[in-house]
């Protein structure tokens, strides 16, 4: 498979993973991404940051394929995916957490868990999932997956994404609305996936959290990159990022 | 009560059941369907008829009696189902659900329009397997052997129907995909395929029942009409997509109706509707219907 290779800021070159150019998209005639550009490297973990309504979720649902209304131009490791219908992006091992966390109450929570299909060998066994969050064990058995609370939501929409050897996760606003004890567990987790080898896309409005986790971010507003920074922050401009997120 | 009146009484029972066996299928078709799809398909009935004229037209033509009917006439009326989905459902997801309303009714008119053309509206009879033909006395009410088939072959498919949504892992899927199919689409499962296959089952269904309703209704062009009619009250009353639902009323709407007959026949054609404004008004969503 072809693949870019690009000098990381260490002098490395390492591969690239996803590369979105120009990208536009639109809710019927309201076009809200105006030209999004974008590059993760292999094992980065990269957070796209921005105020409500900046265009975040959606740069995340065309690159897992649910925006209908799209234009640009989206590679993963060397194929052109823009055109590609959902399922199949899924299966090149792209995986969502979507910012609803799609938690499933016709289902039980072990259904929830089981519900993606295995896509190789890679994947997280039940028992490491279970070494990652302690608290899934005991509610494996829960009837319906509205049954859990929202921290056990989330650790469920995570994990379950992890058993299925997808590497490249796009995780939309992870923390949002969890008690911090929960969201130092949700950053343990990026850590081990780091060491994994584990691609990462994630929507933040939390930068305290993204901080502790990331290796670049990007600034959106109103449809566009407007800025980016690696994350060995100066105080200036951490005052700069807080003004990206403030109303 | 003295013995005739409980003979009676089990008689039109055993009618309900057989009638209720009916409104089940073609309920629990429409049931599955309303969920995966969002569509309420109004070619159920038509489709039932389909499965019925599909078992007269093979027996006539290819010499496939009733028991090859019965497997060979639902497939047939599944693939039509699926080539219906593919060339006319597929413009429509995005709008309205009023609009699959009306494009099943429409083809629904069509395909009984061309059956009544063909076939003329006389009823054609079909009969009763040998192997089906009798029945025994069980002392309180005799029961055709037909008859007791059919209610047989409708609970077995039902539960197991029930069953394999409820408990099985492909279930899950299906419930999944109901509730927020995008998501699951993010997983790597190929959702518009399952929506094809589940339309294609949800037909099937009604072919199933059309098959078995050959030999006891005689096969007409307007045979879907009027069943369609009480199995929308049966869905309405069971709660709108509810595969629960669909069976608990479809059997109970069947034993009402035929106590019905017993106490007070002349409200045995309505007491269907009565019963669907009722629950309507105590529980506007059905009674497995999920509560907003
Ligand atoms: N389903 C939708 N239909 C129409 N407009 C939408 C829809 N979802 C989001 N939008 C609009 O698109 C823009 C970007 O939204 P979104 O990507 O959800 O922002 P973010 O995730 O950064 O908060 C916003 O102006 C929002 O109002
Ligand atoms: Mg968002």
Redo the contacts between chains.
Sequence with gaps: MEQLLENTADGTAAAVDLEVSDLNAWYGESHVLHGMNLTVRKGELVTLMGRNGAGKSTTLNCINGLMRKRKGRIQFRGTDILRMAPERIARMGIATCPEDRAIFSSLTVGENLHLPPLLNERGMSVEEIFDLFPNLRDRLGTASGAKLSGGEQQMLAIARILRTGADFLLLDEPTEGLAPIIIDQIAATLKILGERGYTVLLVEQNFRFAQSVADRHYMVDEGRIVDQFSNDLSDQMKQKIEKYLSL | MDHLSIQLIAGQVLIGIINGSFYALLALGLAIIFGMLNIVNFMQGALYMLGAFMAYIVGEHLGIGYWGALIVCPILVGLFGIVLERVFFRAIYDIDPVYGLLLTFGLAIIIEGIFRIIFGSAGIPYSIPDSLRGGINLGFVFLPYYRGWVVLVSLVVCLGTWLAIEKT?IG??L??A???P???????????LMVTCTYGFGVALAGLAGVMAAPIYSVSPQMGTSILIVTFAVVVIGGLGSIVGAIVAGYGLGIIEGLTKVFFPEASSTVVFVAMAIILLLRPKGLFGRMA
């Design positions: 892992p899950a899927r419930r999944a109901t509730e927020n995008g998501a699951v689409r993010t997983f790597g499962i190929n959702v518009p």
